[in-house]
């Protein structure tokens, strides 16, 4: 049973042992969390799940926190003095990793590489045992998994709690945006101002469908650590009827600090969010596979083929002409939820024409890429696929013949070389293109011997 849920920062700031006296520059956010705390003690729970974005934390991998107990203090932030000790739930830690594989969801206890506690964690802690004590711990990070994978974790956690008869209590521990001033420690940028003022909406009116749909492109603008935290919680609450209570927001020191607390009302049909998410989102992709011209829709034919059946599609010959009678490089890429699944490409024709080009190539983006695992059959659906068609390669004398909108480059040097397409998210200068494909390849972009190649794409969607 989830008796409580709250939204809370992690500034060590926040503990007088480490602010030595500046804390009170964020007292709305001290009286906050006091409340809050409270609110969890007042609903004495058996077990307080911790959310935290600095537990250890796997790119396809959820971790829990393993062994019957943990320490930690706030050495880090010269406040050694402030010490924690605290004894995990056990069966409840063995009873969710269970539950996680059988719903063929990342995670558990097996690559716990982190015994002692974490300030997301331990931030918290200061505040609620000052409070109450009488709990047992569950620690959870967070993972670079899509933000549904998440939310279904945070399923796993409610069911987890009903079947063991175990009272919750739920700390969605995060900051919000870490740009939001010039002086501030990260700068500014006009995404964290963004970011902070949609999340305390979202999480302020309880409309958690919402937090499916932020870009992750946003999100790394906005150089948030908590939203990740926000879905699982809101996974938690699914189905729920919630009665949200907004207690402080300050971004005084540049980074975004908000409290919410969520009192549970009961069963709520028209609250599972994820499922509404998936219905739209299905639907969204298929109508745009049905309307993808024939390069892209023949990459995806053969990615269907291999996935489902481990065989080469034929080359169909009702393509187009050009198709058929054209050799080129071609790169096939693969995106999921807005992050890449897959990328394999030739720089050079090395087929007999360009759908034999595609073919092959897409089968490569699913099944071989080493960056990834292969692509499973339930990933079909959700899909993302575009074809490159690249132009001959050309040498260029420097930098300043390229433009990471218009072209692609290709950096060689000794024996190594690293490619980057053109007109890429997040890749808005030559001098980032040029450092992503020297690192592709292993190179020093500052090489006196580096090459530099250009060329141009077609890109079909």
Not at 76 to 81: C, E, H, K, M, T
Not at 126 to 139: A, H, N, P, S
Request: hydrophobic share 35%; aromatic share 8%; proline share 5%.
């Amino acid at each position: 049973m989830i008796v409580k849920a709250i939204m809370v920062p992690h500034p060590p700031i926040a503990l007088h042992e480490v602010g030595k006296g500046r804390e009170q520059e964020i007292q709305a956010t001290l009286d906050a969390y006091q409340k809050a705390c409270k609110e969890i003690a007042d609903a004495r729970p058996e077990t307080v799940i911790v959310l935290s974005p600095h537990a250890i934390m796997y790119r396809d991998y959820f971790q829990i926190s393993s062994g019957h107990e943990a320490f930690g203090n706030m050495g880090r932030f010269d406040a050694r003095q402030v010490r924690f000790h605290e004894y995990y739930d056990t069966e409840f830690t063995e009873v969710l990793s269970q539950l996680l594989e059988e719903e063929g969801i990342s995670g558990g206890t097996d690559y716990d590489r982190q015994p002692q506690l974490d300030h997301g964690t331990m931030v918290p802690l200061y505040f609620l045992e000052k409070q109450y004590t009488d709990f047992q711990l569950v620690r959870i990070g967070l993972s670079g998994l899509p933000l549904m994978d998440h939310y279904r974790l945070g399923q796993m956690i409610t069911k987890t709690a009903e079947q063991l008869g175990r009272r919750i209590a739920v700390i969605a521990s995060g900051d919000l945006a870490h740009c939001q001033k010039e002086d501030g420690p990260y700068g500014l940028d006009p995404a964290g101002p963004e970011y902070d003022e949609k999340i305390m909406h979202t999480m302020g009116s309880g409309a958690f469908g919402e937090l499916l749909s932020y870009a992750p492109e946003f999100l790394e603008k906005a150089q948030e650590c908590g939203h990740r935290a926000f879905v699982i919680l809101a996974g938690i609450l699914d189905g729920r009827a919630v009665m949200p209570h907004v207690l402080s927001h300050e971004a005084t020191f540049g980074v975004g600090y908000g409290i919410v607390t969520y009192d549970i009302l009961g069963q709520d049909e028209n609250r599972h969010f994820l499922q509404t998410y998936e219905k739209e989102q299905l639907a969204s992709l298929r109508k745009e596979a049905d309307n993808s011209d024939a390069y892209v829709q023949l990459a995806r034919k053969a990615v269907e083929r291999w996935v489902n059946t481990r065989t080469v599609l034929p080359v169909p010959r009702d393509l187009p002409e050009e198709m058929l009678a054209k050799e080129a490089g071609v790169f096939v890429s693969l995106h999921m939820h807005g992050q890449l699944r897959g990328c394999i490409g030739t720089i050079y024709p090395v087929q007999e024409c360009i759908a034999e080009e595609i073919i092959r190539n897409a089968i490569s983006a699913c099944a071989r890429d080493p960056r990834f695992s292969p692509v499973m059959t339930k990933e079909l659906p959700w899909l993302r696929i575009n074809v490159d068609v690249l132009s001959d390669p050309e040498r260029i004398p420097d930098a300043s013949y390229l433009d990471p909108k218009r072209y692609g480059v290709i950096c060689s040097c000794r024996g190594h070389r690293g490619l980057l397409l053109p007109d890429l998210e997040g890749v808005d200068t030559v001098e980032e293109q040029i450092d992503i494909a020297c690192r592709k390849g292993g190179i020093d972009p500052l090489d006196e011997d580096l090459e530099l190649q250009r060329f141009e794409v077609i890109r079909h969607v």
